[in-house]
């Protein structure tokens, strides 16, 4: 998915857990990396009132917060907010109420022992229209959905659609195992713009509308080794 974000302008958040030195340290360490905090949310009631009345670039989203949860929350601003970059916050990918909270239409998830310098980069991350999403996390959503189809002995197959070209299903594995296109130019060796490129034309070969989905591809056709 493109971004509409104006790179020029300040990344504006919201944060919504209900540990508050948690949520302090996100906010300390975001302003510090140069994002704008909007607000703070102490449960998801509070975060969706506050998401739909700031119209934040990105909401950090604890799934587990009072009055309600964060799968709930996501529901109700991916459709009021569609523009707004959803990443949740997990204690992990064993998580069951992370896989509806991804489903209702965030963008990936961050494990709350992550690095706290990972989060700016993570923001900035989803802002530019990639998605968090490991390939223990597409398989997941996958198996929740009853779509996976593991392939044999485990191992890398060929792309099955005959549309992609060989260069696309390269970029595609990449996207899936959660690279930036940053990341995919220096490992093919290619310009940015051109893996934006090839990104695009997989989702639209492929009829996908997110890196998520296209993760989910990678992971149902075996084209990534989960092992």
């Known amino acids: 998915m493109a971004s509409d974000h104006n790179p020029t302008e300040a990344i504006r958040v919201l944060v919504c857990d209900d540990h508050?030195?948690?949520?302090?340290?996100?906010?300390?360490?975001?302003?510090?990396?140069?994002?704008?905090?909007?607000?703070?949310?102490?449960?998801?009631?509070?975060?969706v009132a506050l998401a739909l009345e700031l119209a934040p670039d990105?909401?950090?989203?604890?799934?587990?917060?009072?009055?309600?949860?964060?799968?709930?929350?996501t529901r109700a601003l991916a459709t009021a907010l569609p523009a707004t970059r959803i990443v949740l916050l997990t204690s992990g990918e064993?998580?069951?109420?992370?896989?509806?909270?991804?489903?209702?239409?965030?963008?990936?998830?961050?494990?709350?022992?992550v690095v706290v310098?990972?989060?700016?980069?993570?923001?900035?991350a989803v802002v530019a229209g990639h998605s968090l999403v490991s390939p223990a996390l597409a398989a997941r959503l996958l198996l929740e959905l009853g779509d996976a189809e593991p392939g044999a002995e485990g191992r890398p197959a060929e792309v099955r659609s005959p549309q992609l070209t060989g260069r696309e299903a390269q970029v595609l594995r990449l996207v899936a195992t959660g690279r930036t296109d940053r990341d995919i130019a220096g490992e093919l060796a290619i310009a940015g713009s051109t893996v934006r490129n090839h990104v695009r034309n997989i989702l639209q070969k492929l009829h996908l509308h997110s890196r998520v989905e296209a993760a989910m591809f990678a992971v149902r056709e075996n084209l990534i080794d989960l092992t």
């Open 94 to 113: 064993d998580d069951d109420e992370l896989y509806p909270a991804v489903k209702a239409g965030a963008c990936g998830a961050l494990r709350k022992d």
């Open 20 to 47: 508050a030195p948690f949520r302090r340290g996100l906010m300390l360490v975001l302003e510090l990396a140069g994002i704008t905090v909007v607000g703070e949310a102490v449960d998801g009631l509070e975060a």
């Open 117 to 124: 310098e990972e989060v700016a980069d993570a923001v900035r």
């Open 58 to 73: 990105v909401v950090l989203m604890d799934l587990h917060m009072p009055r309600r949860d964060g799968a709930a929350a």
